[in-house]
């Protein structure tokens, strides 16, 4: 069984960074992807960014240079460092491993505002 717990979100102004983590209940490190996907109220969710077993990442365009996925079999945790936060980044955020039966965690309110 697999678990996520997200946490790390809050309030920040823009520009501001915030580091999502997200903690995983096993053994991550040969998962083949793994990613963060995030989702406003009345928006589609989307992926973020994603990351493979070789660690190469993968990101939205919108996060592009500003975001930077990682994680660690050390705690088994998936990070995901966001700088300079726009408003247009405020989101639910959450870890998510796909597969038969998709894997999601509760979830990190993040909110970008002045």
């Known amino acids: 069984q697999l678990h996520f717990v997200e946490s790390g979100g809050g309030q920040v102004q823009p520009g501001g960074s915030l580091l999502l983590s997200c903690v995983a209940s096993?053994?991550?490190?040969?998962?083949?992807?793994m990613g963060w996907h995030r989702q406003a109220p009345g928006r589609e969710r989307e992926s973020v960014a994603s990351?493979?077993?070789?660690?190469?990442?993968v990101y939205a365009d919108s996060v592009k240079g500003r975001f930077t996925i990682s994680k660690t079999n050390r705690n088994n945790t998936m990070y995901l460092r966001m700088n300079n936060l726009k408003p247009e980044d405020t989101a639910t955020y959450y870890c998510?491993?796909?597969?038969?039966?998709?894997?999601w965690g509760q979830g990190t309110q993040v909110t970008v505002s002045s």
């Open positions: 096993r053994d991550i490190y040969a998962m083949y992807i």
């Open positions: 990351i493979y077993d070789d660690g190469s990442a």
């Open positions: 998510y491993a796909p597969g038969v039966t998709p894997v």
